[in-house]
């Protein structure tokens, strides 16, 4: 079975940092692409940022500069590195990511979300 599995959160002050980090396992998974989302109590989803299978990487206008997306493709896994947060900055982050497994076969997967939470 073919998984993500997101990682990383936690509760810090304004103005510290966390990584998130997002894993694929199973069944030789390995990631093509990867978008971060995140959703806060009674708001929309909402796009963070992406890193394609290249490495290209985009941005919310609300987190350039602030965040970076990078990825280990040995460790089939996705970084989300976020500085200088924000109260605003508090909500479920979820990883979207096409994955590739048993050699030929691909899907579309949701990580089980992490909750990031920051104090004023």
């Known amino acids: 079975q073919v998984q993500l599995v997101a990682s990383g959160g936690g509760l810090v002050q304004a103005g510290e940092s966390l990584r998130l980090s997002c894993t694929a396992s199973g069944s030789r998974a390995s990631i093509n692409a990867m978008d971060w989302y995140r959703q806060a109590p009674g708001k929309q989803r909402e796009l963070v940022g992406s890193?394609?299978?290249?490495?290209?990487?985009n941005y919310a206008d609300f987190v350039k500069g602030r965040f970076t997306i990078s990825r280990d493709s040995a460790a089939n896994t996705v970084f989300l590195q976020m500085n200088s947060l924000k109260f605003e900055d508090s909500a479920v982050y979820l990883c979207?990511?096409?994955?590739?497994?048993?050699?030929?076969?691909?899907?579309?997967?949701w990580g089980q979300g992490t909750q990031v939470t920051v104090s004023s």
């Open positions: 890193i394609t299978s290249g490495g290209t990487t």
């Open positions: 979207y990511a096409r994955v590739f497994y048993d050699g030929f076969r691909s899907t579309s997967l």
